[in-house]
């Protein structure tokens, strides 16, 4: 295992994905990862991807670059204080991604770490100014092209209930797109959901209703 997923490994503290491990009775090096999720996964990022990859939720953005820079450092100290890779990133806000996969893997040339980074969407939907901000940041860590960081590679994955017409990725980082200019799609399907929504006793939509009715969930389309 790379020295960035080892760790990328030690600063997950996510409660909620604690609380999934111990309810669902895996640790942190037990095969976690669904067969036909890494199937459709491989697809879209070219890449097999092994049922022992590591796996977060909710996975901040300064953890990643934390983790980046000090597996470029040599003589690692955990317990003794660092320069900052970005003092004026880190600690500035929560973003974070939602699902991070990351493993390594042979590459042409020598071995790779792949970073997967996983924007998902079910029901509710993005806006083109919350994928910029994202992306930017991104940017920040990895450069428009991904090159600075050697055999690390990273993917940014948006996942959908379907793709959507309304992404302008246009000022992306070149490597969170493909050879077409179009963010990389993982598709999935959904169980069928309902909302609760505010109403009048005639059904009709009113934000200050008194009443309630349930109304289909849709999947999201971005």
């Given at each position: 295992m790379s020295?960035?997923?080892?760790?990328?490994?030690?600063?997950?503290?996510?409660?909620?994905?604690a609380?999934?491990?111990?309810?669902?009775?895996f640790d942190d090096h037990a095969p976690v990862l669904d067969p036909d999720f890494r199937d459709r996964l491989r697809a879209c990022i070219n890449v097999p991807v092994p049922e022992?990859?590591?796996v977060?939720?909710?996975?901040?953005?300064?953890?990643?670059?934390?983790?980046?820079h000090l597996a470029e450092g040599s003589g690692i100290d955990l317990d003794k204080p660092f320069k900052s890779p970005a003092a004026d990133q880190i600690n500035r806000n929560q973003q974070d991604i939602d699902l991070l996969v990351a493993f390594d893997a042979a590459g042409t040339n020598g071995p790779t770490t792949h970073l997967v980074m996983?924007?998902?969407?079910a029901y509710l939907h993005w806006t083109n100014g919350q994928l910029d901000s994202k992306t930017r940041r991104l940017g920040q860590i990895f450069g428009d092209d991904a090159l600075r960081r050697g055999i690390l590679k990273p993917h940014f994955v948006l996942m959908t209930g379907r793709v959507s017409p309304n992404i302008r990725p246009c000022g992306?980082?070149?490597?969170?797109?493909?050879?077409?200019?179009s963010p990389f799609?993982?598709?999935y399907s959904l169980p069928v959901r309902r909302k609760v929504t505010r109403c009048g006793p005639d059904g009709k939509r009113d934000k200050s209703g008194a009443w309630l009715r349930f109304d289909p969930a849709a999947a999201s389309t971005g």
């Open positions: 020295q960035a997923i080892e760790i990328l490994r030690s600063l997950d503290r996510k409660e909620r994905f609380v999934l491990r111990d309810a669902l009775g022992t990859a590591f977060a939720m909710d996975y901040h953005l300064d953890w990643i670059q934390i983790a980046l996983i924007e998902a969407k992306w980082p070149r490597w969170t797109k493909d050879g077409q200019g799609w993982l598709e």
